[in-house]
């Protein structure tokens, strides 16, 4: 019997979609106001999801404690008030669009969650878009 347990989180981030290669005129097409070269925000609503088998000794999935603490160092902590083109590593050359931080997210979190459970990561960068990635 499998469960699925979800931990939502909050961040608020400045970003620029925009690729280097292309010119601002085109930029401005395919990313739109998205591409202001002054940056932009959003209120990004994260939920995370984790699925396995309940454990028989403790009735959990995983602790949510856990779970709490790894969201807040891995991902809050990283991404919270910050310009993530600017500031946070990975987007240094991979442009942050919501896909990209979705995976960037998984994969932070993957390497600390048991391998035998499954990690789902959906993503909410305005209350009616949304990207959900779990490593396919």
């Known amino acids: 019997m499998k469960v699925t347990v979800h931990r939502k989180a909050h961040f608020n981030a400045a970003h620029r979609l925009y690729n280097g290669e292309w ?5 401005a097409t ?4 998205c591409s202001n070269p002054h940056y ?19 009735g959990f ?3 949510m404690k856990v779970l709490k603490h790894l969201i807040e160092t891995e ?3 990283k991404l919270d ?7 946070v590593s990975e987007f240094k050359t ?5 896909e990209n931080i979705a995976v960037v997210i998984y994969n932070k979190l993957r390497s600390k969650i048991d391998t035998k459970l499954e990690l789902i990561v959906t993503l909410y960068e ?4 949304y990207v959900t990635y779990s490593g396919e």
């Open 126 to 129: 305005t209350p009616r878009n």
């Open 61 to 63: 999935v995983m602790d």
């Open 81 to 87: 008030h910050k310009n993530l083109n600017e500031e």
């Open 75 to 77: 991902i809050e902590e």
């Open 30 to 33: 395919v990313f739109g106001k």
């Open 40 to 58: 932009h925000g959003h209120n990004y609503e994260l939920i995370v999801s984790v699925k396995g088998e309940i454990h028989p000794e403790t």
């Open 23 to 27: 010119s601002d005129a085109r930029n």
């Open 94 to 98: 991979l442009n942050p669009t919501a």
